[in-house]
């Protein structure tokens, strides 16, 4: 085993580093004791739109050899299937589809140490906050809850029931603000 | 040599480029402060939180649920024609403010809980909870959408000048049934500042059945529930069925008898509360006193008898239709010593 490249290599890789680093870093970065830390919270944040579409048609094909969702051979919509015990059958949340579109969700980290009614102060802590986008767009959402024999509807002694489906469509209300925190004694 | 040298040419040039910012945060834990942590949950707060959704087909809102089939065979749609919740005082949905959910110092949360502190030896539980109750000093009264601290045990507070949105939610249901072809008229339900404090869901897994199993308690408290009907066409409602201070607190299962899920083989829904076991002969005295009775075993089915926790309450302060009153009605203490519910589909 030879040692010459290593050392050499390791050389150049402390050089650079020493090139790199020691003005420019000793200038930039500065101890901040707990004081200085504890008063730093995050700023800004982050603001999403966009859609989901899960399955709405079938994707960008849809003919024979693809399938397509009239095809009840093929099938669309995603399937989630739980088993609720050691060898018996599944709950299953199927035929998932649809598009889900939003405008203004928000992200960020919130100090709350006043308001709600007193409980701001008692509080005095950060949250993570996700603000909610007012409305959401629900385009052909559709979902159905049943039970299953098996796992997959390609599974041999395949049985299922239907126990209601739900469509919706439009625009949903949903306002406010979701606050997540830890909660117990960390 | 060099390889050593190397190591710590780099470990000092690190040092100095990075001057000890980890020094100052970390310290250890002794063995005593160790001992007190606990796991932490999610804790989950809603503030001006509005929720509606509809069924309008000209504004192209849809909200249906299909796929149920009535004995006949017929199909079965419910269109719910409007679903909200929003800040107490909607007047039946009409004007839907915000309203927060959950305490900051006692939110919705998720959690895994020790199951030895919930008589669920040795196991880790799922939980989902609604705040918790409070001592009566400290909490506010269920049913009243005006109480004061020190009047109840409910966490959450109603509206009030400091606190305008309230904790404690309108909310609402609109929906209509359609048989085969035949509409029905839409039927409206309504609660008023509904408080759920104490409510819960956990689950665990069991190992000798290896089966899901859980334990549900619904605590739902509301100054007053409405239902009514109204024609679809003309808007002409019957008379409004009130409940007025209506206080359900519902416990399915229980950590002596857990609710068990299942699905059996023909892919049917299962829903059992298993009977308690009985006790074995001669470990309960026959004037079932304690002092002639196996100690333990008489312990273990004294907590099943006496501890309310076990037991469902339903109380109505007053059920009136149109203007007359039927007075109040009380359930209390019910004990679900077995119960297995399982769905059957018609078609088959």
Redesign the interface.
């Known amino acids: 085993m030879s040692?010459y490249p290593?050392?050499r290599l390791?050389?150049m890789?402390?050089l650079i580093?020493?090139a790199a680093?020691?003005s420019p870093?000793?200038a930039e970065?500065n101890?901040?004791?707990?004081q200085a830390?504890s008063g730093i919270s995050g700023q800004g944040g982050i603001y999403l739109s966009g859609d989901i579409s899960i399955n709405e048609d079938g994707g960008p094909i849809q003919n024979t050899y693809f399938g397509s969702c009239s095809d009840t051979t093929k099938r669309c919509g995603a399937r989630l299937a739980y088993?609720?015990?050691?060898?018996?059958?599944?709950?299953v949340l199927d035929d998932i589809r649809g598009k889900f579109s939003f405008e203004g969700l928000t992200l960020r980290v919130r100090k709350?140490d006043s308001g709600?009614?007193?409980?701001?102060a008692?509080?005095n802590r950060d949250?993570l906050e996700i603000g909610?986008p007012n409305f959401v767009r629900y385009d052909s959402v559709t979902f159905?809850l049943?039970?299953?024999?098996t796992a997959r509807p390609t599974d041999p002694g395949f049985?299922?029931?239907?126990?209601?489906?739900?469509?919706?469509?439009?625009?949903?209300?949903?306002?406010?603000?979701?606050?997540?925190?830890?909660?117990?004694?960390? | 040599m060099n390889r050593i040298w190397l190591i710590t040419r780099l470990a000092a040039l690190l040092a100095v480029a990075v001057p000890g910012l980890a020094h100052a945060e970390m310290q250890s834990l002794s063995e005593s402060e160790l001992s007190r942590v606990n796991g932490a949950g999610i804790g989950l707060v809603l503030e001006d939180f509005k929720f509606a959704h509809g069924t309008d087909v000209e504004n192209g809102q849809i909200f249906r649920i299909g796929g149920i089939k009535n004995s006949q065979g017929e199909d079965v749609e419910i269109v719910v024609n409007k679903l909200y919740i929003a800040g107490a005082g909607s007047n039946y949905g009409e004007t839907l403010t915000p309203v927060n959910l959950g305490r900051l110092v006692n939110p919705y949360s998720i959690d895994v809980v020790d199951g030895n502190d919930i008589g669920v030896p040795d196991k880790a539980v799922l939980q989902f909870a609604a705040p918790h109750k409070v001592d009566t000093t400290q909490g506010y009264d269920c049913l009243s959408s005006s109480a004061a601290a020190g009047s109840g045990t409910c966490a959450s507070r109603p509206a009030s000048a400091d606190l305008p949105q309230g904790e404690r939610p309108d909310i609402g249901l609109q929906l209509n049934l359609t048989v085969g072809s035949q509409d029905t008229a839409n039927i409206n339900v309504h609660a008023q500042s509904a408080v759920i404090d104490g409510s819960y869901i956990r689950l665990w897994g069991d190992n000798e059945r290896k089966q899901m199993v859980g334990q549900f308690k619904l605590n739902f408290y509301t100054p007053e529930l409405s239902i009514n009907a109204c024609d679809q066409t003309t808007a002409v409602c019957g008379s409004r069925i009130i409940m007025q201070n209506f206080a359900l607190e519902l416990a399915l299962g229980n950590s002596l008898q857990p609710m068990y899920f299942d699905v059996d083989g023909t892919g049917n829904f299962v829903l059992e509360v298993a009977a308690i076991q009985k006790p074995g002969a001669g470990t309960i005295g026959a004037d079932g006193l304690r002092d002639s009775s196996d100690a333990a075993t008489w312990d273990f089915y004294n907590d099943y008898y006496t501890n309310p926790d076990y037991r469902s309450n339903l109380a109505i302060g007053n059920l009136s239709v149109g203007d007359r009153d039927f007075g109040s009605g009380r359930i209390e203490g019910m004990l679900i010593q077995h119960l297995k519910i399982q769905t059957k589909d018609l078609a088959q």
């Not at chain 1, 049985?159 to 960390?186: A, H, K, R, W, Y």
């Open positions: 040692k290593f050392n390791g050389y890789a402390g580093l020493l680093q020691v870093a000793q970065l101890l901040l004791n707990d830390l088993q609720l015990k050691e060898g018996g059958g599944w709950m709350i709600f009614g007193g409980d701001g008692l509080f949250v909610l159905k049943a039970t299953s024999s049985q299922q029931t239907d126990i209601f489906s739900v469509e919706m469509q439009g625009d949903v209300v949903l306002e406010g603000n979701l606050l997540v925190f830890p909660t117990g004694n960390p």
